[in-house]
């Protein structure tokens, strides 16, 4: 009997033994400093032997020493140009850093809280990143959250209780507008 991943709960996913699968692409603009990455996060449940895919998270890799953060950053997209102003300007990051951009976390699952989504991303995401040799992680709220103001609450609550970071939300920005930073090195085992 097939799994469906739709209909995983937060306990079926809390309790699994996650691993991931990834592929990356080079940029095309840059000759190096710039990949994109999609990680697919998998388990195996119960007696099934099948995989079953639990989430998807896309990602933009830099490496500062070979590429112009800024410059890159606003080469993709308004969203990830957005963000790496936010580094440089607000939390004034050094640009020469090893940065990950967290583009989007998506969980298969309908039924999945927002408490699933920051739980894989601190016990997998951020430190598969940290083995890779990153030092800042970045996302924006709505990279992570997209729902409704209880689910914002709720993510506020565990990204202050669960995962050291600083975070900026300006004045006249949305909340999915926040800009959040991770230093990887917290990651280290």
Known sequence: MSVNNKYLTDKQIQDAYIFIDGTFN?????????????LTLKTILDDESEEVEVAKVNLYLFNGDQVDFYEAADSIDGRQEFIASKLLNVFQIDPLSRIAIIDNLYINSENATAKTKIKLLNEQILPYLYARGFEYAAFLNASICEGSRLEHETTDNAFENEILMIREIGESERWGEGVNLVDLEEYKS
Do not use: P
Not at 26 to 38: A, M, N, P, R, V
């Open 26 to 38: 080079k940029s095309t603009e840059f000759d190096h400093g710039l990949f994109s990455e999609w």
